[in-house]
């Protein structure tokens, strides 16, 4: 690596003068080598894969924003921490924030981690709620937004706590000094509140804000594209091995997990003479080594058909990009198409759910066993606790478990709510 001298050199008496000819004749000489030295300097910063600036130097994109979609929210929010800086960017110029703002964050440094800590958290978040100002404490300011942490992959690598929020103060705002929340002045949260849509706009908070070249920036889109593009063809053409293989081994996806999501999408693939898969207004955020992809999804099968809005969860195991979490929420009513399904598309759901209670079970798997049980629940006159406890002891008891059900029977009692019956063997 070169290395650079840095010498300050002061002459006693009279400043020295350079005859103007003998000027005109160096800068004549000097221009090319001025003029090599701006290139090397453009190419230069243009080429460094990522720097860690602020936000407001221009030529450089924010890294997390890999890929915005025209179709997407307007605005996208970004936290420096170590800056104490709130960023708003419009999706139509990445190059630049439209507003900055100052901000305080957690007491404490490093990724929120349990109740209490003093830490804010790290990650790709959205807001899930409004408050106004009657019904906040004073400190809160004139009003909150919540976000949705934890977020699938803070529950996975075990973070919790909760009630992390974006607020205004009635205290002088000061680096670092809330519980973990994201604190601003009164006039600039009510500024902000303009551009947050609920359950869209994204709030990406992390340590240092990366800030990288365009090039550079097309690189991880082209990756992640070619790794979305590839699941979706794999599920497309029901190659259920290659689709899989795309799922890390702690993926969940609501109660499933990887066993019992592959098991569901074969029964699926074998039910359907043919599927067609179909995405758009993707969009791709990075932060922290996590990914968020977004997208639209339009399922088709002969007697089938959903539309609405996948979330995947992604990190790197060694040199491959493994879904970890996965969600599906629908934009319009899930539809039968002609003719008429043999079992309706929510008869289907809860027979998956119940085939996956069974499997668990079976494998002896009790704390996913039991996730699939409600607070609330009761039988034979045990409550969780002593349901929990009750398998606990089959489980010592017996070395291997073997239950089948039979003459399976759903009824629909309303539009969250199924009964189920069985014949169990």
Known sequence: MGKYLLATIQKRGPPLKMPKKALTCF?????????????????????????????????????????????????IILVDKSLSKLFLY??????????????????????????????????????????????????YGTMAFPIDYPNPIDKLEGRNGYGIWFHGTNKTLKPRDTNG???MEDRDIEDLAKHIALFKTPAIIGPRIEMVSYPYLQQDREELEAVIEDWRSAWQNKDIEKYAAFYGEQFFAGPAGLREWKAYKSRLAK????????ISHLQIFKNNGQVLALFHQHFKAPTFETFGQKRLFLKKNSAQWKILAESFQGLKPTKPVAPPPPA??????????????????????????MSSYDETFQSRGMDMRAWQEHHERLNRKYNRLSIKISNLQVSLLAEDKAQVAFEQL
């Open 344 to 369: 309706p598309p929510v008869f289907t759901e809860v027979e998956n759910f119940v085939y996956a209670w069974l499997d668990r079970w079976q494998a002896k798997e009790l704390d996913a066993y």
């Open 90 to 139: 419009r999706k139509d110029n990445l190059f630049q924030p439209l507003k900055t703002y100052s901000c305080s964050t957690g007491e404490n440094e490093g990724p929120k981690e349990k109740q209490n800590d003093r830490k804010t958290p790290e990650g790709i978040y959205f807001f899930t709620g409004f408050m106004k100002k009657q019904e906040l404490a004073p400190i």
């Open 181 to 183: 929340c994201v604190a």
């Open 27 to 75: 800068l004549r000489k000097a221009r090319p080598l001025l003029l090599y030295f701006s290139l090397f300097l453009t190419l230069f910063i243009l080429g460094t894969p990522s720097i860690r600036a602020n936000p407001e130097i221009k030529g450089l994109v924010p890294a997390v924003l890999v890929r915005v979609s025209d179709d997407g929210p307007e605005h």
């Open 271 to 278: 039910q359907y003479d043919t599927i067609r898969v179909e």
